[in-house]
């Protein structure tokens, strides 16, 4: 993802790249961007930044924000990196407190529209409506529920003013007994290179109602974390996300 957002960024005349590092070939940057070697020693390629991307792992995204931190006038930061515990969200908190800072599970223009629908629907349709989600992915992800998925639980759960851990069912085997009223199911499917399909069902007695997002190409997240980027540069310090970028 990172290498998309950089030759993304490369053709377009509104971005000046400064640096990048690569956690997954030994700090190598892609061809096109200047190599940042070292998160810690990065001061002054940080400093003249306007917005970072980070799309790495939790514990790269630490090592950035404690590079960030020491910054008079920090720059943004764009995290597009999931599977962020505690610390990460404490570090990524403290962040906000000086700069602007932006966490998207899927920066994704469609998912994050799908996002808001499913908010609404569940409000709409009422608690006499079982919500189950499905998602594909390529063979190689390695987590599951994706992201993506959980985004949409918690917007399900946020509209029933619920937990979604207090609700949240990941799929079904054996006897599981009957779906109690309040669920959310999670199902995850693997296979192929499916870049990601994402499925809300809205299950009633009499009727169905069904949302769906299928992504045909990596580059629309690529597209839509330098949209971020575009928006939030010079932006008050603070939480922000897709949904302040989309106007929804």
């Known amino acids: ?59 790269f995204l ?64 009422g608690a006499e409506f079982d919500v189950e989600i499905v998602e594909t992915h390529h063979r190689r992800k390695e987590d599951a529920p994706s992201g993506t998925a959980l985004a949409l639980g918690e917007a399900v759960a946020a509209a029933r003013g619920v937990e979604l851990d207090a609700v949240r069912r990941d799929g079904r085997s054996g006897r599981p007994g009957a779906r109690r009223a309040e669920e959310i ?7 192929g290179d ?13 009727e169905r109602v069904e949302l769906v997002h299928r992504a045909s190409d990596r580059a629309l997240f690529a597209a839509g974390a330098l949209r971020a980027a575009r928006w939030i540069a010079g932006r008050e310090p603070g939480r922000y996300s897709m949904r302040d970028v989309l106007g929804l």
């Open 62 to 125: 630490q090592e950035l924000l404690d590079a960030v931190a020491p910054i008079a006038d920090p720059p943004a930061v764009v995290v597009g990196t999931t599977g962020l515990g505690p610390e990460e969200q404490e570090k990524l908190q403290a962040a906000s407190a000086r700069g602007a800072v932006l966490t998207a599970a899927n920066f994704s223009v469609g998912v994050n529209l799908l996002l808001v629908l499913a908010e609404r629907a569940t409000t709409a349709l």
């Open 1 to 59: 993802m990172g290498r998309t957002v950089a030759r993304l960024a490369a053709a377009d005349a509104s971005f000046q790249i400064i640096a990048g590092l690569d956690r997954s070939a030994a700090g190598q940057a892609p061809p096109e961007v200047p190599s940042l070697i070292d998160p810690a020693g990065a001061a002054a390629q940080l400093e003249a930044a306007d917005v970072v991307i980070d799309f790495s792992a939790p514990e």
């Open 185 to 191: 199911g999670f199902h995850a499917l693997r296979g």
């Open 194 to 206: 499916v870049v990601g399909d994402h499925h809300v069902h809205f299950i009633g007695d009499l």
